[in-house]
């Protein structure tokens, strides 16, 4: 079966230009296939550096990996021509992070919305276009009336995003790849996004892709969950493992950094990770190493002599970090099969 | 104990060819010495013109229309231009949101420092600087040589940093920090809220803590604030707060906060943040309120201290008092 939209063993290098002197490993080797029959959410959650927007940026098209491939249904990306490029950008919808930015000022927000349908000649009359853009408009919450025919500068952030969720959801895609959609919207209203993207999900099928730095909205919508950490996959799996028995380090260290809104419970932050084994500053040896290894209250020689591989410590999560080298070793390429073990 | 700070009736309009926009709409509140106190709300919701209107610093067509702003019992809003300059950094400071941004990028460290202290006269030798600015930076968690460096050569938690060791080298009795940590990572955020606690607490100075992350706020400060439309709408201890929030939009905001526990569904607040220009009549959240009353779509409720330490601004709670 061929995936939707898969990025196969796909490395991401910047720099080594004329003025810079070395080169930034973006993104290495990742790899994720995502279905075009089964619905999934899938989050993927970074800091600022870990890759998160170049992943994005390969999988729609925006960027061309330094070696791996990014395939749509089967064929590569960058090299998609005629109907396979309207198909992909058909199926495949994006909902950026800025809802101020991404509208034109001069137009009325019926715009936005209209120029999909134009384009893909969606509506053969009037009415219909209208009625589109209604229907769309109603499966995100949003009222017509309240909505069409206004500036966006009348309409609330949270207002704006929802337009965009109804813009994606008008071409009928399969799935839709959200860049920190809610992180400019007040938390009142972030759930409204979250859960009109929930819906998508659950009555049209389509799948979703959330990217995030937000790990509690990462927990609370998705099923599987990757985190990234300087371009490698630090650990992935069933998003209640990864979030509440955090094997990697790194992902501990995530998870006690989160204020819980709760005055009680304890705030850790980098004392969750505890003392280690006090080794001295390791230095790398090896042309690879686990990026996490400065950091680590745990690291040993082997952290600066080679890059971890994938362990998969549970039959639904893989982590890399040599402190789970106990369990058997996995292919990058396998992580998709894994974490589709999460969906019924 | 004495309060350090007390601001009585702050109000502050922004005025547009629409009419007067309430930003801060007769805010009240007082601050003890070393104590930590937060200000959540909404964009919009005022708190960061709170933060302006304290320092003096709105720029038209803004404008402080009323109250009083009494630090140490000098009433700030009264006082000459010169003097007010020489108050901020040296009595009451300021770390911006996105302060890290507003380093100068081609100044080093130690030239922008310099620039605060020529303007407050504190005159020193430059070995007495060298020493000064490395003690400071050291508070803040940070080496000595950051003195020699250019911003860019700082990871952004490390620019924050450099901004509170900024805001504290006067020694200030209050520190206004604007969102300080909404543009960083949450492992940075933990290390940045650390430091400014442990200066703070060396310093013996009073913080408000401006921001819109209610678990950040559980953590950080000792009494927080919830701002709607230009109000207090309520104030308490934080751990009364949050174990008793009374105003329906303090539970509601509580109750919108997604865990790390348990999955569940995803409550948000219904409706949108009211409009400034043209606010409901009344209590401004009475059309997101499920309690609301009749009487919500009249009058404002007054500010009442329903018990100690714990005061809301709610209909709901006239016949209890």
């Given at each position: 079966m061929?995936?939707?939209?898969?990025a196969?063993?796909?490395?991401?290098?910047?720099g080594?230009g004329?003025?810079?002197a070395?080169?930034?490993v973006?993104?290495r080797d990742f790899?994720?296939?995502?279905?075009?029959?089964?619905?999934s959410?899938?989050?993927?959650?970074?800091?600022?550096?870990?890759?998160k927007t170049?992943?994005?940026r390969?999988?729609?098209?925006?960027?061309?990996?330094?070696s791996?491939?990014?395939?749509f249904?089967?064929?590569?990306?960058?090299t998609?021509?005629?109907?396979?490029r309207?198909?992909?950008?058909?199926?495949?919808?994006?909902?950026?992070q800025?809802?101020?930015?991404?509208f034109?000022?001069?137009?009325?927000?019926?715009h936005?919305?209209?120029?999909?349908?134009?384009?893909?000649?969606?509506a053969?009359?009037?009415?219909?276009r209208?009625e589109?853009?209604?229907?769309?408009?109603?499966?995100?919450?949003?009222?017509?009336?309240?909505?069409?025919g206004?500036?966006?500068?009348?309409l609330?952030?949270?207002q704006?995003?929802?337009?965009m969720?109804?813009?994606?959801?008008?071409?009928?895609p399969?799935?839709?790849i959200?860049?920190?959609?809610?992180s400019?919207?007040?938390?009142?209203?972030?759930?409204?996004?979250l859960n009109?993207?929930?819906?998508?999900?659950r009555?049209l099928?389509i799948?979703?892709?959330?990217?995030?730095h937000?790990?509690t909205?990462?927990?609370?919508i998705?099923?599987?969950?990757?985190?990234?950490?300087?371009?490698a996959?630090?650990?992935?799996?069933?998003?209640?493992l990864?979030?509440?028995?955090?094997?990697?380090?790194?992902?501990?260290?995530?998870?006690?950094?989160?204020?819980?809104p709760?005055?009680?419970?304890?705030?850790?932050?980098e004392?969750v990770?505890?003392?280690?084994?006090?080794?001295?500053?390791?230095?790398?040896?090896?042309?690879s190493?686990?990026?996490?290894?400065?950091?680590?209250?745990?690291?040993?020689?082997i952290?600066?002599e080679?890059?971890p591989?994938?362990?998969?410590?549970?039959?639904?999560?893989?982590?890399a970090?040599?402190l789970?080298?106990?369990?058997?070793?996995?292919?990058?390429?396998q992580m998709?099969?894994i974490?589709?073990?999460?969906?019924? | 104990?004495?309060?350090?700070?007390?601001?009585?009736?702050?109000?502050?309009y922004?005025?547009?060819?629409?009419g007067?926009?309430?930003?801060?709409d007769?805010?009240?509140?007082a601050?003890?010495p070393?104590?930590?106190?937060?200000?959540v709300?909404?964009?919009g919701?005022?708190?960061?013109?709170?933060?302006l209107?304290l320092l003096?610093?709105?720029k038209?067509p803004?404008r402080i229309?009323?109250?009083a702003?009494?630090?140490?019992?000098?009433?700030?809003?009264r006082?000459g231009?010169?003097?007010m300059r020489?108050?901020?950094?040296a009595?009451?400071?300021?770390?911006?949101?996105?302060?890290?941004?507003s380093?100068n990028?081609?100044?080093?460290?130690k030239t922008?420092?310099?620039a605060?202290?020529?303007?407050?006269?504190?005159?020193?030798?430059d070995?007495?600087f060298?020493?000064?600015?490395?003690?400071?930076l050291?508070?803040?968690?940070?080496?000595?040589?950051?003195?020699?460096m250019f911003?860019?050569?700082?990871?952004?938690?490390?620019?924050?940093?450099?901004c509170?060791?900024?805001?504290i080298?006067l020694?200030?009795r209050?520190?206004?920090?604007?969102?300080?940590?909404?543009a960083l990572?949450?492992?940075?955020?933990?290390?940045?809220?650390?430091?400014?606690?442990?200066?703070q607490?060396e310093?013996?100075?009073?913080?408000?803590?401006i921001g819109h992350?209610?678990?950040?706020?559980?953590?950080?400060v000792?009494?927080?604030g919830?701002?709607y439309?230009?109000?207090?709408?309520?104030?308490?201890?934080?751990?009364?707060?949050?174990?008793e929030?009374?105003?329906?939009?303090?539970?509601?905001?509580?109750t919108?906060l997604p865990?790390?526990?348990t999955k569940?569904q995803?409550?948000?607040?219904?409706?949108?943040?009211?409009s400034?220009?043209n606010?409901p009549?009344?209590?401004?959240?009475?059309p997101?309120?499920?309690?609301a009353?009749?009487?919500?779509?009249?009058?404002?409720?007054?500010?009442?201290?329903?018990?100690?330490?714990?005061?809301?601004?709610?209909?709901?709670?006239?016949?209890?008092?």
């Amino acid at each position: 079966m061929t995936a939707l939209l898969e990025a196969r063993n796909v490395t991401k290098v910047f720099g080594a230009g004329l003025l810079s002197a070395g080169e930034t490993v973006a993104l290495r080797d990742f790899s994720l296939a995502i279905s075009g029959e089964q619905p999934s959410v899938t989050a993927i959650v970074g800091e600022s550096g870990s890759g998160k927007t170049t992943l994005v940026r390969l999988l729609l098209g925006l960027a061309a990996p330094t070696s791996g491939q990014v395939l749509f249904r089967g064929k590569e990306l960058t090299t998609l021509t005629g109907d396979d490029r309207r198909r992909f950008l058909k199926d495949v919808q994006a909902i950026f992070q800025d809802p101020f930015e991404v509208f034109n000022p001069f137009y009325k927000v019926d715009h936005v919305l209209a120029l999909p349908i134009e384009n893909f000649g969606l509506a053969a009359s009037k009415r219909e276009r209208r009625e589109l853009m209604e229907s769309a408009l109603s499966a995100v919450g949003l009222r017509p009336e309240e909505t069409l025919g206004r500036y966006p500068h009348q309409l609330s952030g949270g207002q704006r995003q929802r337009i965009m969720v109804a813009r994606a959801v008008l071409l009928r895609p399969r799935l839709i790849i959200a860049d920190e959609p809610v992180s400019m919207v007040d938390a009142s209203l972030r759930a409204t996004i979250l859960n009109s993207l929930l819906t998508l999900n659950r009555d049209l099928g389509i799948s979703i892709v959330y990217i995030t730095h937000d790990l509690t909205t990462a927990f609370q919508i998705s099923e599987d969950i990757i985190v990234l950490y300087r371009g490698a996959v630090a650990e992935a799996g069933a998003v209640g493992l990864v979030v509440q028995t955090p094997e990697h380090p790194y992902t501990r260290l995530l998870v006690g950094s989160i204020p819980a809104p709760d005055p009680a419970a304890a705030w850790q932050g980098e004392r969750v990770l505890g003392r280690g084994s006090g080794a001295a500053r390791l230095i790398p040896t090896g042309p690879s190493f686990c990026a996490f290894h400065d950091r680590c209250p745990h690291a040993m020689p082997i952290c600066v002599e080679q890059a971890p591989p994938l362990f998969q410590t549970d039959p639904t999560r893989v982590a890399a970090c040599y402190l789970a080298r106990d369990s058997p070793v996995v292919a990058p390429e396998q992580m998709t099969r894994i974490l589709a073990g999460t969906r019924p | 104990m004495t309060d350090v700070l007390r601001v009585e009736d702050l109000r502050v309009y922004y005025r547009t060819a629409a009419g007067p926009v309430k930003a801060v709409d007769g805010v009240s509140f007082a601050l003890q010495p070393a104590e930590r106190l937060g200000l959540v709300g909404e964009s919009g919701s005022g708190k960061s013109t709170i933060a302006l209107g304290l320092l003096r610093m709105i720029k038209p067509p803004g404008r402080i229309e009323g109250g009083a702003v009494m630090l140490d019992n000098v009433d700030l809003l009264r006082l000459g231009e010169d003097a007010m300059r020489k108050t901020r950094l040296a009595k009451i400071s300021l770390v911006a949101q996105g302060a890290m941004n507003s380093l100068n990028p081609v100044k080093r460290i130690k030239t922008q420092f310099a620039a605060g202290l020529r303007d407050h006269e504190q005159r020193m030798s430059d070995k007495d600087f060298t020493v000064y600015l490395g003690d400071l930076l050291e508070k803040v968690g940070l080496r000595r040589s950051v003195a020699n460096m250019f911003p860019h050569e700082l990871s952004g938690g490390m620019k924050q940093r450099v901004c509170i060791a900024m805001a504290i080298s006067l020694q200030p009795r209050v520190i206004i920090a604007d969102e300080p940590t909404s543009a960083l990572d949450v492992v940075v955020q933990w290390q940045v809220i650390d430091t400014l606690r442990a200066v703070q607490q060396e310093l013996g100075a009073a913080v408000i803590q401006i921001g819109h992350d209610m678990g950040l706020m559980a953590h950080s400060v000792d009494r927080v604030g919830v701002m709607y439309a230009g109000k207090l709408v309520e104030l308490a201890t934080v751990g009364d707060l949050f174990a008793e929030p009374l105003h329906p939009y303090t539970k509601m905001l509580i109750t919108s906060l997604p865990s790390l526990t348990t999955k569940q569904q995803l409550v948000g607040i219904p409706g949108s943040p009211p409009s400034l220009l043209n606010p409901p009549i009344g209590c401004p959240f009475h059309p997101r309120c499920p309690f609301a009353m009749e009487v919500c779509t009249r009058q404002m409720p007054p500010v009442r201290e329903l018990r100690p330490n714990h005061q809301v601004a709610c209909h709901l709670y006239e016949e209890a008092s």
